[in-house]
């Protein structure tokens, strides 16, 4: 085996001690952050169904902001949340299309 083969068969020998030690390393910071990423799943999912069913999330506001203030209240509350759920969707709009 000439000189040359010899190198690439020993730096090959070496990237892949050093690809098993950063596999190794990423399942462990892997672990570490499965609780925290469970939880961000589970907060997807829950945006989903509300952004699936948005007459539920109107009236659970609604009964909250009644029973908070009144029909004023109400009507204000509906109005606020109006106003931010065409901000969150414009938001929302802009940053797709960026992508």
């Not at 169904?49 to 007459?55: E, S």
């Amino acid at each position: 085996m000439d000189k040359r083969k010899f190198e690439v068969i020993q730096r090959r020998q070496v990237l892949l001690a050093e690809i098993s030690a950063q596999r190794e390393h990423l399942g462990e910071l892997a672990e570490r952050w499965q609780p925290v990423l469970r939880v961000a799943d589970q907060a997807v999912v829950a945006v989903n169904f509300l952004r699936v069913h948005p007459v539920l999330l109107a009236g659970l506001a609604g009964l909250l902001v009644i029973r908070r203030n009144g029909l004023s209240g109400l009507v204000k509350g509906v109005w606020r949340t109006w106003k931010a759920y065409r901000y969150v969707s414009d938001f929302s709009k802009k940053m797709t299309s960026r992508l």
